[in-house]
């Protein structure tokens, strides 16, 4: 009987701690998509979860009745009751989605609230809004609207660069479905490589990182590519000034096979080739001219089952710049070409309902190639030619393996491994001659390098009621060579919901980078070389702390407010009046210099994402500092893009279904250069008794010590779209730089001659601002069916 009460007295208990899971997937009712960070939550428990990248979900509740609403932005609400009694399968495909008039960018994932995440510093941006964004001779670009944010700054005018919280190009991870992105710019950095028609979704992480990512300093952003509608076959395009693109997807077999393909290219050659051959007729000349570039993303997905799923997915791109000149007994031509090739191949797990793996093997290559090349023949027929071509490039082969585990609501454990092995061409010249009586072929410049990078992480998102947490850590090794470094990485993110739904947020991040670019300051061109650290070159290496505070406004603001402090070791740049093009037969190891870096700043963040008037405001107050002991004498001085001032105001408004009004206004302090203050004489010349002259050298000047004149911009947009029976058609009509404020591209040394009275002629010397993009309109034709 003692036994028995025993046993009677703990049943209430064992009921009381039953659990069971609720696991499966949210899709897009239409097309099949993955619903990424949607949110999944008990009202009943308050309990919730969200999806992950590839729309899976886990929630553990205790057995009793559940109320749970599957929510997503742009979606309606699904809501489902019933009794837990067993662990569940539940697969949700939200349709009737809600028709987004407006555009949204959203700083928090999935619709949960800002103040709800644990995650500071990260930004995600609707597909949908970076088209509506005014852009460039109306090419869209998901580059230039990132510029947009704070925190974030662009390389020039016009250019796609980024410059996140201090940091340079080379410290940013660009992921396209998971591979590196090595060089992200078409056209010399005008346009990016990334085609909107084909991407699901976009997120910018620039501080707190959670220990899933490593490799870069400054900022990781992820760039995901559908996957292809299951259901129907659609398309989407447009046709434009200056290139045009086409995007197909549908069912190979319904609901199991699904493709996805888009291409885009540029036709300035198409135009301007037969011009310029009809101009040059007249001369006896024959000139072909290559001026474009392309890109063509792919992806096929097949369901092997519920459990297991398959993608491949590709992206080759390039950039043509060649011109040839043939005339009677002699052609020479010249050009540059870059691209990337980058390849993925996936394999989806759930292993059970409470645990999801993803394996993938990537492929990446960026090569650069520049070329000249003169043939000439003789009276007798005899052909003698002479060619250079530098090369250079990085080629990664790498596998990783993630793992999702929710053991219960109030954690959300991940944890993974990955290998890399790249291969660097750090710049190399050939040289080929074939003459008459003799023919040599040689190659100067670097060796080829290989390395080996290793990487572990572990990290929980958990909750302890108004505290939340991410901590983590992240573990990486490098080889190269005799040479190994390894790091531990420690991460930390916390968000304490005070009263009234104010959250207050921090972070701290260690970050490890093994892999280097050397660049100019002044201009990011596809000659900069990408480098290992060595047993000479030390990994790069930053900390950053970042605090703030969030809250969800009335009306459907949002507003957070960041400070940051983060602090860089190690960073690269050429020594004084090094680069690339001197010296190509000496080792790169002798043309750099490493230092520190300090960067700080204040970031605020106003958006609405509801109604006819959508965007945003941003601002942000930083500070950026070098310091190298070969540079500027070993003094701190300010980087080249350390801007003290950076506001940007985007504003959507819709008239009616069929009219959209978009502008975009962007203010940026100038930014900082070094000018020469003097000049002395090297070599005197005279002739024939008259004035002797001299030749001169410019020097002097601290580094970075004067500031270009203040930048700032407005764009515009309109639309005019309208609804057939099976498709839809949009024109978008635009400028860019509206107003035409002369906004300074570089600065140019000149001189200011003046005559006076008595006619002697006076001249000083002068620094002049060159501004090269004045107003440019924009009209595109798009369409969807």
């Not at 520049?370 to 250079?388: H, L, V």
């Amino acid at each position: 009987m003692k036994h028995l009460l025993l046993l009677l007295c703990t049943i209430p208990f064992w009921v009381q701690a039953q659990k069971h899971t609720i696991s499966g997937y949210l899709r897009d009712a239409s097309s099949g998509e993955p619903l990424i960070s949607a949110n999944v939550f008990d009202a009943r428990s308050a309990s919730g979860t969200v999806t992950n990248t590839y729309g899976f979900y886990s929630l553990t509740l205790p057995k009793d009745s559940v109320e749970l609403s599957f929510s997503y932005i742009g979606y309606e609400t699904q809501n489902q009751s019933f009794y837990l009694s067993e662990d569940k399968t539940l697969n949700v495909e939200l349709g009737g989605a809600v028709a987004l008039t407006t555009v949204e960018v959203t700083s928090s994932r999935g619709g949960a609230r800002i103040e709800e995440r644990t995650q500071m510093s990260q930004v995600d941006i609707p597909v949908e809004q970076i088209k509506r964004a005014p852009a460039l001779l109306g090419e869209v670009d998901v580059l230039k609207t990132l510029q947009l944010l704070p925190g974030v700054q662009s390389g020039g005018e016009g250019q796609t660069g980024l410059y996140v919280r201090g940091g340079s190009p080379d410290q940013n991870l660009v992921l396209l479905d998971g591979v590196p992105v090595y060089n992200v710019s078409h056209l010399l950095g005008i346009f990016s490589v990334f085609n909107a028609d084909a991407i699901k979704n976009v997120t910018l992480t620039k501080g707190g990182f959670p220990a899933r990512y490593g490799g870069r300093l400054s900022s990781i952003l992820e760039i995901n590519m559908k996957e292809g509608n299951m259901q129907e076959f659609h398309g989407e395009g447009s046709i434009g000034l200056i290139s045009s693109k086409l995007a197909l997807e549908g069912p190979i077999v319904k609901d199991k096979t699904s493709f996805l393909i888009s291409a885009r290219r540029t036709y300035a050659d198409l135009i301007f080739r037969p011009i310029v051959k009809k101009a040059n007729k007249e001369n006896d000349e024959d000139v072909d001219i290559k001026l474009h570039f392309y890109d063509v993303n792919a992806k096929l997905q097949h369901k092997i089952n519920d459990k297991h799923r398959l993608f491949l997915s590709g992206y080759f791109g390039a950039d043509v710049f060649y011109t040839k000149v043939t005339e009677d007994n002699s052609a020479f031509g010249g050009g540059i070409d870059w691209g990337n090739t980058i390849s993925a191949l996936r394999w989806n797990w759930q292993i059970s309902n409470k645990l999801f793996a993803n394996t993938t093997l990537t492929y990446s290559r960026y090569n650069i190639d520049i070329i000249a090349e003169d043939e000439t023949t003789d009276s007798e027929g005899e052909k003698e030619s002479f060619s250079a071509k530098y090369f250079s490039g990085i080629e990664d082969y790498a596998a990783k393996i993630d793992f999702d585990f929710l053991p219960t609501p109030e954690h959300y454990i991940r944890f993974g491994a990955s290998w890399t092995n790249h291969t660097y061409r750090p710049g190399a010249l050939s040289l080929n001659a074939e003459f008459v009586e003799e023919t040599f072929d040689t190659l100067i410049g670097s060796q080829n390098a290989f390395s080996d990078e290793l990487a572990l992480y572990v990290e929980d998102d958990m909750s302890f009621g108004n505290l939340k947490a991410n901590v983590g850590v992240h573990a990486s090794g490098f080889a190269v060579k005799d040479k190994f470094y390894y790091s531990i990485q420690p991460r930390i993110g916390l968000n304490y919901l005070m009263g009234r739904d104010i959250a207050v947020k921090a972070s701290f991040a260690t970050m490890t980078q093994y892999i280097n670019l050397l660049t100019s300051e002044s201009f990011s061109l596809p000659t900069d070389l990408w480098v290992p650290s060595t047993a000479r070159i030390k990994p790069q290496q930053s900390w950053q702390a970042a605090a703030g505070v969030a809250k969800t406004l009335d009306g459907g603001y949002e507003i957070s407010i960041e400070g940051y402090y983060k602090q860089m070791k190690n960073v690269l740049s050429y020594k004084e009046g090094a680069s690339f093009l001197f010296g190509i037969e000496n080792d790169w190891q002798d043309k750099v210099t490493q230092g520190d870096g300090e960067s700080y700043g204040l970031e605020f963040f106003l958006q609405k994402k509801k109604g006819k008037t959508t965007g945003w405001l941003g601002y942000t107050l930083s500070w950026n500092w070098r310091q190298f002991d070969e540079i500027n004498g070993g003094e701190r001085y300010p980087f080249r893009y350390d801007r003290r001032h950076d506001i940007s105001l985007v504003v959507n408004h819709d008239f009616s279904p069929k009219v959209g009004l978009s502008f975009a206004w962007v203010y940026g302090t100038g930014n900082a250069v070094t000018l020469n203050t003097f000049q002395y004489p090297i070599s005197k010349y005279q002739f024939n008794g008259s004035n002797p002259w001299f030749s001169t050298v410019e020097s002097g000047g601290d580094k970075n010590a004067y500031r270009m004149s203040d930048y700032h911009r407005l764009d515009v947009s309109i639309e005019f779209r309208k609804k057939k029976t099976n498709w839809e058609r949009k024109w978008v009509i635009g400028a860019y730089n509206a107003y035409y404020h002369q906004n300074p591209y570089f600065i140019i040394s000149d001189e200011d001659t003046t005559i006076d009275q008595n006619g002697n002629i006076e001249s000083k010397p002068v620094f002049k601002e060159i501004s090269i993009l004045p107003i440019i309109p924009s009209v595109s034709y798009q369409f969807k069916f």
